[in-house]
Structure formats: structure tokens, C-alpha cells
């Protein structure tokens, strides 16, 4: 079964007027994990990483297995007041207001050569301050990879300065 085939369309969720592409059924299969994995893992190899960001929430689970993959550290990116430590912030805009997300401060180490990863671009607003977190810390943005990229929304052009890859892409709702 191709990757595509194992991503669910839930219509209208979390609000009305939005397709979420839910990633839980492609989780669910054995093979379409490892298979997900490992293209993750071949676009990031070789290139040094020593960390691997990853976004909550969904953005941890794959995030979480390239690490250990590329034997690189994990950093958990997150929302406002859940890191328990000392934290700096970015916020970036949505729709109706704005969002931030939160990392340690002390995440990054000089040279760190950083993997940002989550499981869907659409924006490209949350990775955008994921980067800029990053960078403020120090650390060298190496790659940015996403299972899916909803390619309609233009998300790359906030982040077309990096080494930007995605397994699965959709070019209409
Ligand atoms: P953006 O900042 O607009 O690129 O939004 C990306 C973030 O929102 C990611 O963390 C995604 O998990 C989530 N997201 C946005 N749109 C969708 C969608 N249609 N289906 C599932 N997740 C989405």
C-alpha cells in the first residue's frame, strides 16, 4: 500500500471547513511506520545531525525515532507553560490571532547541527518559529522534514532558505 493510502481526510475537525489529515491510521501500520521512518531517515543521513527537534504533539512520535535512528539527541519544541524548565518563546500568526511555542533554553549546545521535524506543513507559520527558536539558541538548522506537505498553502515560501523535504505531498484539498 502506498504512504498516501494510509493517512485518514477527517472532514471539518477541529473546526468546520478543515480536511485534518490524521496521521494515527499510518501509525497504526506496522510496515507504513518503518516505511515512513526510513525515508525520514535517508533524506538526514550523513549530514551530522546531533539534534533532532520535534513539535508538539504530533511532530514527536516520528521525531522521536529519527533521533534514535541518526543517534542524535531529542528536543521537545511545545506549547506555552508545559516545559518545565527555563524556556524562551516565539509566537507566530494564525488565521485569528497567534500561537507561540516554547523550547529549553538550554537544548541546544554550540554546534549543534539540528533535524526539525514535524507531521504536516501547511503554513509553514509553526516551523518558521521553530527555526528562529533554534537559531536563537545557536544552533545550525540542517534539514526540515514533514510526512505530508499540503503544497496548495505555499507553506515552503517561509522557509525556503533551508534544505526543506516531505514523504508525502497534496497538491488540492
Ligand atoms: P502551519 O503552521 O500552518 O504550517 O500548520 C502546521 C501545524 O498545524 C502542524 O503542527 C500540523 O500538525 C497542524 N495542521 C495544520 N493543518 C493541518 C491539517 N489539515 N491536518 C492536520 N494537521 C494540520
Do not use: W
Request: aromatic residues 6%; contains cysteine; hydrophobic residues 40%.
Amino acid at each position: 500500500m502506498e504512504l498516501k493510502d494510509l493517512i485518514r481526510d477527517v472532514p471539518d475537525f477541529p473546526k468546520e471547513g478543515i480536511i485534518f489529515k490524521d496521521i494515527t491510521t499510518l501509525l497504526l501500520d506496522p510496515d507504513g511506520l518503518k516505511r515512513a521512518a526510513d525515508e525520514l531517515c535517508n533524506f538526514a543521513k550523513n549530514k551530522n545531525i546531533t539534534k533532532v527537534a520535534g513539535i508538539e504533539s504530533r511532530g514527536f512520535i516520528l521525531g522521536g525515532i529519527l533521533a534514535e535512528k541518526l543517534n542524535a539527541g531529542f528536543i521537545p519544541i511545545r506549547k506555552p507553560g508545559k516545559l518545565p524548565s527555563k524556556t524562551i518563546s516565539e509566537s507566530y500568526s494564525l488565521e485569528y490571532g497567534t500561537d507561540s511555542i516554547e523550547i529549553h533554553e538550554d537544548a541546544i549546545k554550540p554546534g549543534d547541527r539540528v533535524l526539525l521535524h514535524d507531521d504536516l506543513l501547511a503554513t509553514g507559520g509553526t516551523m518558521e518559529a521553530a527555526c528562529n527558536l533554534i537559531e536563537k539558541l545557536g544552533g545550525k538548522v540542517v534539514q526540515i522534514s514533514f510526512l505530508i506537505e499540503l503544497t496548495f498553502l505555499n507553506g515552503r515560501k517561509k522557509i525556503e532558505n533551508y534544505d526543506v523535504r516531505s514523504i508525502i505531498q497534496y497538491g488540492s484539498e
